[in-house]
Nanobody
Framework: VQLQAFGGGLVQAGDSLRLSCVDS????????MSWFRQAPGKEREFVAA????????DYVDSVKGRFTISRDNAKNTVYLQMNSLKPEDTAVYYC?????????????????WGKGTQVTVSS
């Protein structure tokens, strides 16, 4: 598993962004995928997760109704559609992979991390 996140940028409050995370390995479709974020001076926090088949998803309360996680196993890619962005969403966003699906992940639960992508939301 080799993960790389893309799609970050500088946007205004209320805008949308879609993050992508591509796995260049050959076993993407057996891993549950998740997104985390880390704001300056804060710990890395769980944002969203999706099971290997895409049948289960879960979100941290602060993004429910605004963010959507999805995956395309044919493209080895997981997405995070972020709508109605707020300044407090500003962070480096990381994708992660693990063989076990959880409705909530701590950083210790993750087997593989990708490099992050910066999302900055201006007010």
């Amino acid at each position: 598993v080799q993960l790389q996140a893309f799609g970050g940028g500088l946007v205004q409050a209320g805008d949308s962004l879609r993050l992508s995370c591509v796995d260049s390995g050959d076993s993407f479709n057996i891993y549950s995928m998740s997104w985390f974020r880390q704001a300056p001076g804060k710990e890395r926090e769980f944002v969203a997760a999706i099971s290997w088949r895409g049948s289960s998803t879960d979100y941290v309360d602060s993004v429910k109704g605004r963010f959507t996680i999805s995956r395309d196993n044919a493209k080895n890619t997981v997405y995070l559609q972020m709508n109605s962005l707020k300044p407090e969403d500003t962070a480096v966003y990381y994708c992660a992979a693990d063989k076990y699906y959880r409705s909530f992940y701590s950083t210790d639960d993750v087997e593989y991390w990708g490099k992050g992508t910066q999302v900055t939301v201006s007010s």
